[in-house]
């Protein structure tokens, strides 16, 4: 089964500085998806950013990116530029390109100091 | 342009009565669903989900139960509550077939059983 860990419950970051967030997940399949998502003190779900495992190159959204290591089965968030706007609790998920299970880990709680 | 619908925000059941959410998605059909129970300040638990009319999927064996009576219903259901229960549950679609497709999260509700 598809487990996705990430390590740090809480992080916090001064406002405008880089922080660097870790998941990683275990699976046996070669092709599948991975995804960052944002639940703010609102708790409404937004998507940050997704990578296809097939594709070597980071995915990057504007002051998002990824650092995707497929041989390790990690798959971090950067976090550049940090706004008030970013404190959040973050989750990685997990989905297997040839199935529906969409399997989340604990979260992290990451909070953005000015 | 899609919409999902999930209700009540809130409730509060007392130990060993039964439970209804549901959740309903428009503009979109043949959806995947999912429900997830977020405990306090952790991460996302997948209960179920679901690929068509009547195909549930269990990932938590436990006392609640979930119906897909229809193509955008999803229902989750127990007979009698537990202590245990509490916590916030989301209601997701994101479309079926492959690729990193979205997922697409309700407005939660939080039940606090006593």
């Known amino acids: 089964a598809q487990t996705v860990t990430q390590s740090q419950p809480e992080m916090s970051v001064q406002e405008a500085e880089t922080v660097t967030l870790s998941c990683t997940y275990d699976?046996?399949?070669?092709?599948?998806?991975l995804f960052w998502y944002k639940q703010p003190p609102s708790r409404q779900m937004i998507l940050v950013i997704r990578?296809?495992?097939?594709?070597?190159q980071n995915a990057t959204e504007n002051r998002f990116s990824v650092n995707f290591q497929k041989a390790a089965k990690s798959f971090s968030l950067k976090i550049s530029d940090s706004q008030l706007g970013d404190t959040a609790m973050y989750f990685c998920?997990?989905?297997?390109?040839?199935?529906?299970?969409?399997?989340f880990g604990a979260g992290t709680i990451l909070r953005v100091k000015s | 342009s899609q919409t999902i619908h999930q209700w009540p925000a809130t409730l509060v059941q007392p130990v060993g009565s039964p439970l209804s959410l549901e959740c309903t998605v428009e503009?979109?059909?043949?959806?995947?669903l999912y429900w997830y129970r977020q405990a306090a300040g952790r991460g996302l638990q997948l209960l179920f989900y679901?690929?068509?009319?009547?195909?549930i999927s269990s990932e938590v064996p436990q006392n609640l139960s979930a119906s897909r009576p229809q193509d955008r219903q999803f229902i989750l259901s127990s007979k009698k509550l537990l202590l245990s229960d509490s916590g916030f549950y989301l209601c997701?679609?994101?479309?079926?077939?492959?690729?990193?497709?979205?997922?697409?999260f309700g407005q939660g509700t939080r039940l606090t059983v006593v």
């Open positions: 997701a679609w994101r479309s079926s077939g492959t690729g990193a497709t979205e997922a697409f």
């Open positions: 699976t046996s399949e070669n092709n599948y998806y």
């Open positions: 990578q296809e495992a097939y594709k070597q």
């Open positions: 998920a997990f989905m297997s390109r040839y199935g529906n299970k969409l399997v």
């Open positions: 503009g979109t059909s043949n959806p995947n």
């Open positions: 679901s690929v068509g009319i009547g195909q």
